[in-house]
């Protein structure tokens, strides 16, 4: 791959588009929806939205730009995320063909607004280690980015576009050596839905802190496997 420099803040981006990161629109997969019942809540699953190599790829990309304890631009309460991150700003060689995989099975339309046909290219990347864990949390808002034509700067997207699902996309999962790692959503009434990271398909809930947010647990991960997971926003407007 080529070799990745950093932006401001604390984001990276390739210099060039690496091969193994410029995906094709059609994989040969058996992508499809599972709808999780929360309790009137939004959230499902896409199984087989990447593949194995893309998985992969997408690991071997972040491990590159290097893991820290902090999240730039993120602030949690003290002992709430105990994971490592790392933020880069994907390609749309990349990111578009993922879009297109999914787009017929994603909301059209989301509190009014559009399903925008384009995810911001920001990509949180999530490394949890022996005992890491993410504690109860809801999502924050964030709007769109994408990369300047200089590879240089992150490009803000009109403030008319936010983000209205996250993405968790998993990256592998106990078939791959993890231990724990579920991701627990809870329903309005307390009780919760625990969903298995498995290598290549995505959960997707809304994010925020309205009545319709889903609070969330990235529960802990045992044992010598690390788990990887890519937190990727799907945007709305209007």
Known sequence: MDRPTQLWPAHHAFEHSPEPLCWPTETGLSTRCQDIELGGLLAFVIDELVTPAEADA???ASERMGYRDEAPGIATPPGMRMNKSVHWMADKAMMQPLFERMAHLLPQTLAGAALLPALSHRINMYHYDDLDVFNLHTDGSWPG???SEDRMHMLEWDPSI???LTMLLYL???ADGVQGGNTRLYKP???WVDVSPVKGSALFFRHGFGRDSVRH???QVSGPVSKYV???NVMFAG
């Open 58 to 60: 997408t690991v071997q």
């Open 145 to 147: 980015y994408s990369l």
């Open 162 to 164: 936010r983000l209205g």
């Open 172 to 174: 592998n999962g106990p």
């Open 189 to 191: 009434d307390g009780s």
């Open 217 to 219: 647990v990235g529960c």
């Open 230 to 232: 890519a937190r990727i």
